[in-house]
């Protein structure tokens, strides 16, 4: 629910719901801290985004998207350095991945957050 929420506009209610999630679950599953990040940015929360986003990949390395998605957070912390390094793990990972792949992954209902995001990890590198 928390995953769809932050997809439709309701990113305040999504956090919520993560939090508890996090507090219910001894050993989360890997998609909590990713879309917990995810949420968590959109909120302006760069700072534990990026702490979320580093979780998931210190789990599973090899998630390309997990690179791209933190890269857009350190653009929006103004770390463009940490930005390029993500997004040349992301190309290391899958030489293929773009902006658009990034898009349908956190893909909104509200047209102004894909523009925003895409934005973001193509400022860092990210080919369109």
Known sequence: MASFLSLTGHENEAV???QQAFRLSPRPPLWL???Y?????LLGKNEKAAEQLKNAIARNPKAAYVHARLAAVY???G???DAK???DKTLELNGMFTAKNLIRRFKSTVPEKNAWLK???VKAGLPN
């Open 33 to 35: 801290p990713i879309w």
């Open 85 to 87: 390094v993500a997004i």
């Open 16 to 18: 919520g719901l993560f």
């Open 75 to 77: 653009v929006d912390l």
């Open 79 to 81: 770390q463009m350095d």
């Open 37 to 41: 990040g995810h949420a968590l940015h």
């Open 119 to 121: 934005d973001l990890v």
